[in-house]
């Protein structure tokens, strides 16, 4: 699953260490980077360092959790919240492919071992296969037994929470380790018999599934093992879309803009772009965008019950179905979960019929389709053309290479000195720098902003590039200084790199790019900052709520002494805008969680962050998702603005309250809400980060009970006729508090 912490070993980083810093793989598309985790473990107790981090100033600090101490489950909360456990948890085709292939699995006493067991969901199923219970277990033998390790321990001490509910709290021994920390005679008593495990992500082999596949053959498991799953299978499909075309083609999209502003000048075309690499997503979210060009192919086979290969690799011979270009290559897969084949789960896209009856498949978050971009404007096939595809995975990825006839261009870098050099960054940040109406309103901005001002000093206080190079462009007079708190020497790299082709000397542009909390006037040439500006966009924080951008709020406040008197602030405000919605796949996938497959996982619903029934005074929190890809949603309200942010003023306490007006009958599942971001002082600009506009996540606040609006109420909503929302920012913590009550 897409979990914070990856449940088994990270193969990035050192195994053999006593303290392991767990870095988090790019992959995980719900990982929050306000958060990290050190370990620390010893022969008596393991340590927990989690580290929190102020999104408004970019500061962090280290807080302890011990084994044996429950600590402030205040802290642990929203850590836990922002992983795809609790969306797993709800997948209920899921849950029932893995108790029906246990329980054709696991059919007489013998020794289990599951490895990432989260919250022993699956271990208990394998217990309870065995007829095991608190009051028959005997954990001395090595018959009979279920080993659950875990290497997280605030998901550990969960998971024996929801082990003692269940009356399993002695008949399941748990681990707190990862699985190449097992040894046979110390953790475990002997080789496990069966393998129960849940160690898959969206690309399939993020989580380290190779790695952990092979350790547990070697080390863990008897000869010809049982487990579950049995197999997995991945395929693709060769896919013309604009869209996704334009989250990796930069220099294809600058070709269209006008404003004389090259983030990949000609010669440069490796300096920045998107990582080679499998994004998560939801493709049917765009299935009227996509064009299929080839029929869905088979690419690899992982056998879960041997030892796998660290590396593969397979040349396909694909037929094209249509005309087109080929920007990129749609996978999924399809997990065979018993021997004998008749249990299968597929993250396969709605428009695939597979011959294999997978059951129905219910929208979740936790597994999603991967997108391979192929270079540049992609690769143009003719109908009834004969492609080679090459796909080759190592222990951690799959990898794509599509090769025809037409030879490639070579690529030639004009400076030697950036050969080696490039700036990574997330597809849709590529996109936005590629969209020409948002690249215009920059222009236009920025322009008025300089009207009128000679020699002006310029701030760029987040880690726009693209503002970096247009300010010192459009002024040649001017002096440009960029903080790049984020990208710090990677964007000093960049901006040196491209500033003679975009027309800027060096001479007159500055990178801090250091974290200093203040800048003062020696920083500065000894000038007050007549214009302080910023998108504003934070490299690392694209899964955060969106109002963790008030961080250029917080920074402005920051600079106040070396601000000029008349200091030009853009974006001068920032709305906080809101919509009722109808959102029932989001909803389901975050509801309080009750029974799965005959087991009580009532306890871990605060911990999770689920919206439902939860007691006072606790709430679901406020997460942030691409509300275009959460499935079916509706408009319910008119869009309204809640909260105003006047950037220039010093940052302060705010409070808005709004009636709702309801526009249209439906069920109301809650509230979205974004920031509009006003470049200008006379409103004329707006770069809204709204659900219309897909470069961006939206913050949910998901209702505890759907309500109905305007229609017949039903036994699992409530009816409603209007609604109060009220929001509180408070600067201190940098926290959005959002109440509602309906009426």
Same mark, same amino acid.
């Given at each position: 699953?897409?979990?914070?912490?990856? *449940?088994?070993?990270?193969?990035?980083?050192?195994?053999?260490? *006593?303290?392991?810093?767990?870095?988090?793989?790019?992959?995980?598309?719900?990982?929050?980077?306000?958060? &990290?985790?050190?370990?620390?473990?010893? %022969?008596?107790? !393991?340590?927990?360092? =989690?580290?929190?981090?102020?999104?408004?100033?970019?500061?962090?600090?280290?807080?302890?959790?011990?084994?044996? %101490? %429950?600590?402030?489950?205040?802290?642990?909360?929203?850590?836990?919240?922002?992983t795809s456990?609790?969306?797993?948890?709800?997948?209920?085709?899921?849950?029932?492919?893995?108790?029906?292939?246990?329980?054709?699995?696991?059919?007489?006493?013998?020794?289990?071992?599951?490895?990432? &067991?989260?919250?022993?969901?699956?271990?208990?199923m394998a217990a309870r296969a065995m007829g095991l219970s608190d009051s028959t277990a005997s954990l001395g033998s090595s018959k009979g037994m279920v080993t659950?390790?875990?290497?997280?321990?605030?998901?550990?001490?969960?998971?024996?929470?929801?082990?003692?509910?269940?009356?399993?709290?002695?008949?399941?021994? @748990?681990?707190?380790?990862?699985?190449?920390?097992?040894?046979?005679? @110390?953790?475990?008593?002997?080789?496990?018999?069966?393998? @129960?495990?849940?160690?898959?992500?969206? %690309?399939?082999?993020?989580?380290?599934?190779?790695?952990?596949? =092979?350790?547990?053959?070697?080390?863990?498991?008897? =000869?010809?093992?049982?487990?579950?799953?049995y197999r997995a299978t991945t395929y693709g499909q060769l896919v013309e879309s604009t869209y996704l075309w334009k989250l990796h083609d930069l220099r294809g999209n600058e070709a269209k803009t006008s404003d004389g502003i090259h983030l990949l000048p000609a010669g440069f075309d490796t300096i920045l772009g998107v990582?080679?690499? =499998?994004?998560?997503?939801?493709?049917?979210?765009?299935? *009227?965008?996509? *064009?299929?060009?080839?029929?869905?192919f088979k690419i690899f086979e992982f056998d879960f019950w041997k030892r796998p290969n660290s590396h593969g690799k397979a040349e396909l011979q694909i037929k094209a179905r249509d005309d087109g270009s080929v920007h990129a290559v749609v996978s999924w897969w399809i997990l065979q979960l018993d021997h004998e084949g008749t249990v299968f789960y597929s993250t396969a896209p709605q428009w695939i019929n597979s011959p294999i009856n997978t059951g129905d498949r219910d929208w979740c978050d936790h597994w999603k389709q991967c997108v391979w971009f192929l270079p540049g404007k992609g690769v143009f096939i003719s109908k009834g053309q004969e492609v080679l595809l090459e796909a080759i995975h190592t222990d951690t990825s799959i990898s794509y290479n599509l090769k025809t006839l037409v030879p490639r261009t070579d690529i030639i870098q004009h400076d030697n000195k950036f050969e080696d050099f490039q700036l990574t960054l997330p597809p849709e940040r590529v996109a936005i720098y590629g969209d020409s109406n948002w690249r215009l309103s920059m222009l236009t901005a920025l322009k008025n902003a300089l009207q009128g001002r000679d020699s002006p000093l310029c701030v760029v206080a987040d880690d726009s590039i693209f503002l970096t190079l247009l300010a010192a462009n459009l002024s040649k007079t001017s002096h440009v200084i960029s903080l790049f708190p984020g990208l710090r020497d990677r964007g000093a790299q960049c901006i040196e790199a491209v500033a003679s082709a975009n027309g800027c000397s060096m001479c007159h542009v500055k990178v801090i790019g250091n974290m200093k909390t203040c800048l003062t006037m020696g920083d500065t040439w000894h000038k007050k900052v007549d214009l302080l500006i910023g998108e504003p966009y934070y490299y690392g924080n694209e899964g955060m709520l969106p109002w963790q951008n008030l961080r250029f709020w917080k920074e402005r406040t920051m600079l106040y002494p070396i601000l000029s008197k008349d200091v030009l602030i853009m974006p001068c405000k920032g709305m906080l805008k809101a919509c009722a919605m109808s959102l029932p796949d989001l909803w389901n996938s975050r509801c309080c969680l009750n029974e799965i497959e005959g087991f009580d996982h009532s306890v871990v619903n605060t911990t999770l962050g689920a919206c439902g029934e939860l007691p006072a005074p606790k709430e679901g929190p406020c997460l942030p998702f691409p509300i275009w890809q959460c499935g079916e949603i509706k408009e319910l309200s008119e869009i309204f603005t809640l909260l105003e942010f006047d950037c220039s003023k010093p940052i302060s306490p705010c409070y808005g309250q709004v009636q709702v007006k309801f526009t249209e009958p439906g069920i109301c599942?809650?509230?979205?809400?974004?920031? /509009?971001?006003?470049?200008?002082?006379?409103?004329?600009?707006?770069?809204?980060?709204?659900? /219309?506009?897909?470069?961006?996540?939206?913050?949910?606040?998901?209702?505890?009970?759907?309500? &109905?609006?305007?229609? !017949?109420?039903?036994?699992?909503? +409530?009816?409603?006729? +209007?609604?109060?929302?009220?929001?509180?920012? +408070?600067?201190?913590?940098?926290?959005?508090?959002?109440?509602? @009550?309906?009426?």
């Open positions: 699953m897409n979990s914070l912490i990856s *449940k088994t070993l990270i193969p990035s980083v050192s195994l053999r260490s *006593k303290t392991l810093f767990t870095s988090i793989p790019d992959s995980l598309p719900n990982f929050n980077r306000a958060t &990290a985790t050190r370990f620390m473990s010893s %022969e008596s107790a !393991q340590r927990v360092f =989690q580290l929190r981090l102020d999104p408004l100033t970019g500061n962090s600090e280290w807080v302890v959790i011990n084994e044996n %101490e %429950e600590g402030p489950e205040s802290f642990n909360e929203p850590l836990l919240a922002t456990y609790l969306d797993m948890l709800n997948d209920s085709p899921r849950n029932r492919a893995y108790r029906l292939a246990i329980e054709k699995t696991v059919t007489k006493p013998c020794h289990v071992l599951d490895i990432g &067991a989260g919250t022993g969901f699956l271990s208990m659950a390790c875990e290497s997280y321990l605030p998901m550990v001490k969960l998971m024996r929470k929801v082990l003692h509910r269940n009356g399993m709290g002695r008949s399941i021994k @748990v681990v707190n380790k990862r699985s190449d920390e097992l040894k046979v005679g @110390v953790d475990i008593p002997s080789r496990a018999d069966v393998l @129960v495990s849940e160690i898959l992500d969206s %690309e399939l082999l993020g989580e380290g599934l190779i790695p952990t596949l =092979q350790h547990a053959h070697d080390m863990l498991l008897v =000869q010809n093992p049982l487990t579950v799953p990582k080679p690499h =499998q994004y998560p997503m939801h493709c049917d979210a765009i299935t *009227k965008e996509i *064009k299929l060009l080839s029929d869905p599942h809650g509230f979205v809400l974004w920031i /509009d971001w006003v470049m200008d002082a006379d409103n004329a600009i707006v770069l809204s980060t709204g659900p /219309d506009h897909r470069y961006w996540k939206q913050g949910v606040k998901l209702l505890a009970k759907p309500v &109905a609006v305007g229609i !017949q109420r039903s036994e699992c909503t +409530s009816e409603s006729v +209007s609604a109060v929302i009220e929001a509180t920012f +408070s600067p201190a913590s940098g926290e959005l508090i959002i109440k509602h @009550v309906f009426s």
